[in-house]
T-cell receptor, first 110, second 115 residues
């Protein structure tokens, strides 16, 4: 069964305190792993797509990496405006839809 | 680029009435559009997948006669909640995949409250 597990469920950081969010997955024929950011009451905002193990992508303070079993979203020197729920999703080879994890709620305190 | 809009952003309706939600891809053509619902503090749950010009594919447990989906063009899909009940109150979000692409871009969501 295709499955995505994110950890931790919630993460509280001080401004400037770097950390990582984890996304573990089991999927048949991965055709992409996706990271989204979701603010309360809004739709998910696309961040990254990773397709193969070893791939890395960066955007401002965020860096996403991918292995054969998991992905990490590294946040370097976070700011309060990085506070949001971060969602990980995978696209199985046999389907067009995404399977989402439950998300990690990140809070960054000034 | 890759902007998806939804209308309305929020709607309040009475029990027993129907509500239509529109999802548009503004700057790209979408082969496939998806409809999700999200309850408070929970992740997105896929309701159905729609392809332009064909019938939608519904996930298990989603009533196709209650949640009518029409994908009339490569830039527009609509979700109609028929005979709405309070338990249908939720946050409905659509997404769209550009032609030849795997990525999904999400709309801002529609908050439905049924009284």
């Amino acid at each position: 069964e295709d499955q995505v597990t994110q950890s931790p469920e919630a993460l509280r950081l001080q401004e400037g305190e770097s950390s990582s969010l984890n996304c573990s997955y089991t999927v048949s024929g991965l055709r992409g792993l996706f990271w989204y950011r979701q603010d309360p009451g809004k739709g998910p905002e696309f961040l990254f797509t990773l397709y193969s193990a070893g791939e890395e992508k960066e955007k401002e303070r965020l860096k996403a990496t991918l292995t054969k079993k998991e992905s990490f979203l590294h946040i370097t020197a976070p700011k309060p405006e990085d506070s949001a729920t971060y969602l990980c999703a995978v696209r199985p080879g046999s389907q067009g839809n995404l399977i989402f994890g439950k998300g990690t709620k990140l809070s960054v305190k000034p | 680029g890759a902007v998806v809009s939804q209308h309305p952003s929020w709607v309040i309706c009475k029990s027993g009435t129907s509500v239509k939600i529109e999802c548009r891809s503004l700057d790209f053509q979408a082969t496939t559009m998806f409809w999700y619902r999200q309850f408070p503090k929970q992740s997105l749950m896929l309701m159905a997948t729609s392809n332009e010009g064909s019938k939608a594919t519904y996930e298990q447990g989603v009533e196709k006669d209650k949640f009518l989906i029409n994908h009339a063009s490569l830039t527009l899909s609509t979700l109609t909640v028929t005979s709405a009940h309070p338990e249908d109150s939720s946050f409905y979000i659509c997404s769209a995949t550009p032609l030849g692409n795997y990525e999904q871009y999400f709309g801002p969501g529609t908050r439905l409250t049924v009284t």
